[in-house]
């Protein structure tokens, strides 16, 4: 168990980067977990990883209103801040960086990080301009906190994809530590918008892991056709004929294109509207 401490709580850009020095200056290496708030025991778990590797760690609560469209759900995105600070607190965290929009955004703001046609696919396809956000608001807070480390979740494989990237294509010094997808008992990858899911829909959604099983089978029993692996995957799922497919693909991790034969490492990727929210999961093969 962590040794519970006080936990800090930054709201500028400055104080970010003079918690992080103060750190440094006292021996020790700086963690960030970026977040968007409403945590669950999939962000905990990377807090988790970040306190067991020694870091002093820091997990910053923003909705980043750059990386939603214009019709997405920037205004109703679940928020719930104390309970984030005592799930936080509980792993062991040091400090909260919560700032406001208009301090990550200033008014006459206008640099923004292309990431390029890697951008353009998977997410980056139904969502035009969402890696871009991303990426901006990652940059901007490494660039803050200069942290040895910064977590991610598997559970977002694309968004991986663009964030390595960001940091070789932009050298940035930090390391980048890709943790595990957390999952309910029953198999749907933990995420803050499984709130909106009605008891019915909650129950549809278990086709996205279960497709995600199927491939994982199949690919254990020597099955490596990309076209195969698909159809299998969208059969599980058309047995919820409510659910509205987006993409179950088969792709080359680290440029996001569709391969025809997997191979070790592979990314398996589904994206699927269940009533109007929209759920993801993958699998590394
Ligand atoms: P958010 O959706 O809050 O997720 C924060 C981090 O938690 C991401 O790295 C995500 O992959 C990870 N995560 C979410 N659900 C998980 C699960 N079930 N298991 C493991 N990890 C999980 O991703 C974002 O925020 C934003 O895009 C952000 C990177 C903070 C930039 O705004």
């Known amino acids: 168990m962590p040794v519970l401490q006080k936990l800090e709580t930054l709201t500028t850009i400055a104080d970010l980067r ?46 980043n209103p750059t990386q939603f469209g214009p019709k997405e759900d920037f205004a109703r995105y679940p928020r719930s801040f104390d309970a984030d600070c005592e799930l936080a607190r509980t792993a062991g965290v040091e400090a909260i960086f919560a700032p406001t929009v208009e301090e990550m955004y200033p008014t006459s703001a206008s640099t923004y990080v292309d990431v390029g046609t890697l951008g353009e696919q998977l997410d980056g396809l139904a969502r035009p301009g969402h890696f871009r956000g991303v990426a901006t608001i990652v940059a901007k807070l490494l660039i803050a906190a200069e942290p040895e480390h910064a977590y991610f979740g598997q559970k977002d494989a694309a968004q991986v994809s663009v964030l390595r ?70 059969a599980v799922i058309a047995s919820e004929p409510e659910i509205d497919v987006e993409y179950a693909t088969v792709v080359d991790w680290a440029t996001l294109l569709s391969i025809d034969n997997a191979v070790p490492g592979t990314l398996f990727a589904v994206a699927a509207r269940v009533g109007t929210t929209r759920l993801i999961d993958n699998t590394i093969l």
């Open 18 to 63: 003079a918690w992080s020095r103060a750190q440094r200056s006292r021996g020790r290496s700086v963690g960030l977990v970026p977040t968007m708030g409403a945590l669950h025991a999939g962000h905990h778990s990377l807090m988790e990883r970040a306190v067991a590797a020694g870091d002093s760690v820091i997990v910053s609560i923003f909705v």
């Open 165 to 234: 990237k960001l940091v070789r294509d932009m050298a940035f010094a930090t390391e980048l530590v890709v943790c595990p997808i957390v999952r309910e008992a029953d198999g749907l990858a933990l995420s803050s918008r499984n709130a909106y899911l009605s008891a019915a829909e909650r129950k549809q959604a278990l086709v996205l892991s279960q497709s995600v099983r199927r491939v994982e089978n199949l690919y254990e029993r020597g099955e490596r056709s990309a076209r195969l692996l698909e159809s299998a995957a969208l």
